[in-house]
């Protein structure tokens, strides 16, 4: 994310942070989640020269808002990030209600058609990637999981027997069941062999067991450093758990995967501004050109909404898949 705050001195009061990353701990927000609402509290109250929130009210608000609207020119994402971090601090952590917040203009969100890859060019970005990031690429585009999704994914929510993987905890908290591709079980298998040599390690050593969700971590103390529990995907090296402090192997990177992708899309001479996402959109449509219903891909993709799915379909009506040009019938060759 771009550094969009002012130039202004160094926010010294910490105990307002504090309480806010404690109540989204407590809310079991995602570590992503509590960096962008720390990022954009310390952004409004440096706005507004170090003062505290609570002194401050709606045209504060508003002005900080504008300000990003018209000064930074962020993006439509952005600026309801900014605005979704201004609520949850006066709601959730300083327990203000802002009932006039309904009030306030919001951007309007612009409807854009998701980039899309024929199977031709997800094959060409495949073949330029390397180990374990050409077989994450394929989990991804085989069974249309996010980013995230698949690089949180545990050893024992990987069926090879029923051809089946489970996402826990997905998008709004859900869990869902995909299908395994019959031509990704033996690469799995193997990289599951690989990380059981990681595991071993980390054993012998003495080393923390993986990150686990809250709930679980307090019923089963010891199931972190289970072999069950061991990521799929996992990271070479350790690192520092950025909320516990604690030594300990994470999953795979989200920017190493998504750096080595971009330089695959660009050696493949792919022209499209591709995304580690783009697959999941070409998952998609792949499955609705194959004639599956919008039903089976809206429960596979894990949206709460049909609409959002229906994206897709308008995919498909472009580009000779739907409509056929009266131009072309013009200038067809008579029989």
């Known amino acids: 994310m771009k550094n969009l705050t002012p130039s202004l001195p160094p926010l010294k009061s910490v105990r307002l942070l504090d309480q806010l990353r404690e109540r989204i701990r407590y809310l079991h927000y995602t570590i992503s989640t509590e960096k962008t609402y720390v990022h954009w509290v310390k952004a409004f109250v440096r706005f507004h020269g170090l003062r505290h929130p609570s002194s401050m009210g709606r045209a504060e608000i508003e002005a900080f808002l504008s300000w990003l609207a018209s000064e930074r020119s962020v993006a439509v994402s952005t600026h309801k990030q900014a605005l979704s971090a201004l609520l949850f601090l006066y709601?959730?952590?300083?327990?203000?209600?802002?009932?006039?917040?309904?009030?306030?203009g919001r951007p309007r969100t612009?409807?854009?058609?998701?980039?899309?890859?024929?199977?031709?060019?997800?094959?060409?970005?495949?073949?330029?990637?390397?180990?374990?990031?050409?077989?994450?690429?394929?989990?991804?585009?085989?069974?249309?999981?996010?980013?995230t999704e698949g690089l949180r994914l545990r050893v024992k929510d990987v069926d090879f027997e029923r051809?089946?993987?489970?996402?826990?905890?997905?998008?709004?908290?859900?869990?869902?069941?995909?299908?395994?591709p019959q031509s990704l079980v033996k690469p799995l298998h193997d990289q599951m062999v690989r990380a059981r040599l990681l595991w071993d390690d980390d054993r012998r050593?003495?080393?923390?067991?993986?990150?686990?969700?809250?709930?679980?971590?307090?019923?089963?103390?010891?199931?972190?450093?289970?072999?069950?529990?061991?990521?799929?995907?996992?990271?070479?090296?350790?690192?520092?758990?950025?909320?516990?402090g604690v030594v300990r192997r994470h999953h795979m990177y989200d920017q190493t995967f998504q750096r080595a992708f971009q330089r695959a899309a660009q050696r493949s001479g792919l022209h499209k501004p591709a995304t580690p996402h783009t697959l999941r959109h070409s998952f998609a449509t792949a499955l609705l050109q194959s004639g599956y219903d919008i039903r089976t891909v809206q429960d596979l993709l894990g949206h709460a909404d049909v609409s959002t799915t229906m994206i897709y379909t308008h995919v498909l009506k472009v580009g000779g898949g739907g409509v056929r040009s009266p131009l072309d019938a013009l200038l067809a060759p008579s029989a």
């Open 91 to 104: 709601k959730q952590v300083l327990g203000i209600d802002l009932p006039w917040m309904s009030e306030i």
């Open 163 to 180: 051809l089946t993987i489970i996402v826990r905890e997905g998008k709004g908290r859900k869990d869902r069941a995909l299908m395994l």
């Open 205 to 244: 050593s003495g080393r923390a067991g993986v990150d686990m969700p809250d709930a679980i971590a307090r019923k089963y103390p010891r199931a972190d450093a289970s072999w069950a529990w061991f990521w799929v995907f996992p990271q070479a090296t350790h690192a520092v758990d950025p909320r516990s």
């Open 110 to 147: 612009t409807r854009r058609l998701p980039v899309v890859l024929s199977p031709e060019k997800v094959k060409r970005i495949f073949e330029r990637l390397d180990g374990e990031h050409r077989l994450f690429a394929q989990l991804l585009y085989g069974t249309g999981m996010r980013l």
